[in-house]
């Protein structure tokens, strides 16, 4: 099966800034940095910031990710992806692999559930996934009803392990007209 990519191109490329909260390795930042530069994206890294105070709740053992969008919004930059090893939830949910403000430039993903049971070449795919996904949804696209599509919904790792790096032909299109700047195109790769 070919893998799909996405890749921004065009007049401009799109300006992420990744923001690691917490104790996060510089590796696992490099290879997420080297994968969405690949496919188009001006990537930086910011200074590390301590986990916000109050997230965490100690009845649930998890931090809430709402709290870390609040740090994302003091940082400049285009789109602010938050990198955390904690362990998120939001609302009633059990947890989240991320959360992303729809139509804004903040987002979260964590790597904690992400390394449960694969390899690191897997594990690194998954973060890939989940922060394309979140970075979509800072677009404005929602939740597709297309199990390979990057923007369907997690509700496990299965999810997860089955969805492409890319967004679905119809997402696509939705992406397109949003922005209007910039295409976006899938290339299919190995």
Known sequence: MDEHRFRFHGDRCLRLTL????????????QLVSALSENG??????????????????????????????IARKQPGERVLVVTNCDLYADDLNFVFGL??????????????????VTEQEFRRRVVKEAVHEIGHTFGLAHCAKPSCVMFFSNS????????????????????RGLGHAQVFQEHGG
Do not use: H
């Open 19 to 30: 923001l690691p909260c917490g104790l996060v390795e510089r590796e696992d930042l490099n």
């Open 41 to 70: 994206m001006q990537v930086t890294i910011a200074r590390e910031r301590p986990t916000p105070l109050g997230a965490f709740n100690s009845q649930r053992r998890q931090y809430r990710a709402d709290d870390f969008l609040v």
């Open 157 to 176: 790792l299965v999810d997860t392990d089955r969805k492409e790096t890319s967004w679905c032909e119809a997402c696509e299109k939705k992406l397109e």
């Open 100 to 117: 992303a403000e729809s139509f804004g430039r903040c987002a979260v993903i964590s790597l904690f559930r992400l390394r449960i049971g």
